[in-house]
């Protein structure tokens, strides 16, 4: 599997090679990204000083330049991530989940347990996604299986191009259930950037199978806020009812926004990136 996009960082941990990209100084975010991402996707930074902290984005197992190599499980890739880490020497990281990071971030906040500041959830999976039930899942598999993904999304990109205010729309309804709505350039600028960097890799299929047993979110000890989309059309809220019951230390904020699951695009991305910050603040 080739990529011809830009590459970041790549180093060799003891259990094995990471690509990830390290922007801006002061306190590490460690930000564990979302399905068919990769560590140059980086609509999540917007928002966060860097001066003031220091965003250190790994490619996950199965995405980006980072192999799955025997990092199936979410256990696993924190592990891995753990091992990155250890590179940096920092007393106590900030660990950032987004969408299907969720697994892996708190996978990994339960393994460092007092190398943790905090823990953010944004619109992220907390238990099993999709089942093989799941018209989705079955969908998954046929578009984003590692022999055609590269096709699907020269496709995307592709129309992309071609079309982007059409492409929008329909990507618009795939992360919302509110009904369409004008979007501004600019929304469609951000997503365009954001879907141009996407690939799937064997990481996404990989996503799909992931469990978390509750007992790793119970052994989550550090402040976490949970933020998420009651509009959410890609991950339910229930995912972010689920981490707030078994979180002892979490904080729970939902929103009404426009985009869903993309808390961080558009104008309503205003009020969970100064959350966040409150937040962050408080530590």
């Given at each position: 599997?080739k990529?011809?996009?830009s590459?970041?960082n790549?180093?060799?941990?003891?259990?094995?090679r990471?690509?990830?990209?390290d922007?801006?100084?002061?306190?590490?975010m460690?930000?564990?990204?979302?399905?068919?991402s990769?560590?140059?996707v980086?609509l999540f930074h917007?928002g966060?000083d860097?001066?003031?902290?220091?965003?250190i984005?790994?490619?996950?197992p199965g995405?980006?330049?980072?192999p799955l190599?025997?990092h199936?499980k979410?256990?696993?890739?924190a592990?891995?991530?753990?091992s990155?880490?250890e590179?940096?020497n920092?007393d106590?990281?900030i660990?950032?989940g987004?969408?299907?990071?969720?697994?892996?971030?708190i996978?990994?906040?339960?393994l460092l347990?007092?190398?943790v500041r905090a823990l953010?959830?944004?619109?992220?999976?907390s238990?099993?996604?999709?089942?093989?039930?799941?018209g989705?899942?079955?969908?998954?598999?046929?578009?984003?299986?590692p022999?055609?993904e590269g096709t699907?999304w020269?496709?995307?990109?592709?129309?992309?191009?071609?079309?982007p205010?059409?492409m929008?729309?329909?990507?618009?309804?795939?992360f919302?259930?509110?009904?369409?709505v004008?979007?501004?350039?600019?929304?469609?600028?951000?997503l365009?950037?954001m879907?141009?960097?996407?690939?799937?890799?064997?990481g996404f299929?990989?996503?799909?199978?992931h469990e978390l047993?509750?007992?790793?979110?119970e052994?989550v000890?550090?402040p976490?806020?949970?933020m998420?989309?009651?509009?959410d059309?890609?991950?339910?809220?229930?995912?972010?009812?689920?981490?707030?019951g078994?979180?002892?230390?979490?904080?729970?904020?939902?929103?009404?926004?426009?985009?869903?699951?993309l808390?961080w695009?558009?104008?309503d991305?205003?009020?969970?990136?100064?959350?966040?910050?409150?937040?962050?603040r408080?530590?």
């Amino acid at each position: 599997m080739k990529y011809p996009e830009s590459v970041g960082n790549i180093v060799n941990t003891q259990l094995g090679r990471i690509e990830y990209t390290d922007i801006g100084t002061g306190t590490s975010m460690v930000f564990l990204h979302g399905g068919h991402s990769n560590c140059r996707v980086q609509l999540f930074h917007k928002g966060f000083d860097k001066k003031r902290f220091r965003l250190i984005t790994p490619s996950r197992p199965g995405y980006g330049h980072t192999p799955l190599n025997g990092h199936e499980k979410p256990e696993d890739a924190a592990r891995l991530i753990a091992s990155f880490l250890e590179l940096f020497n920092d007393d106590k990281i900030i660990v950032i989940g987004i969408s299907a990071g969720g697994p892996t971030a708190i996978s990994l906040v339960a393994l460092l347990k007092d190398k943790v500041r905090a823990l953010v959830l944004i619109s992220a999976v907390s238990k099993r996604w999709l089942t093989k039930m799941d018209g989705r899942f079955l969908l998954s598999r046929l578009l984003f299986h590692p022999i055609m993904e590269g096709t699907t999304w020269k496709l995307v990109h592709a129309c992309f191009r071609l079309f982007p205010r059409s492409m929008a729309k329909t990507f618009f309804n795939e992360f919302s259930t509110n009904s369409s709505v004008e979007m501004t350039q600019k929304e469609i600028l951000a997503l365009k950037k954001m879907i141009s960097l996407q690939r799937s890799g064997r990481g996404f299929l990989n996503d799909l199978r992931h469990e978390l047993d509750t007992k790793v979110l119970e052994a989550v000890e550090c402040p976490t806020l949970i933020m998420h989309s009651m509009n959410d059309a890609s991950v339910n809220v229930d995912m972010a009812y689920h981490a707030h019951g078994h979180i002892a230390n979490a904080e729970l904020k939902l929103y009404n926004n426009r985009w869903g699951h993309l808390l961080w695009l558009g104008r309503d991305s205003a009020q969970p990136i100064n959350d966040a910050n409150r937040f962050l603040r408080q530590l």
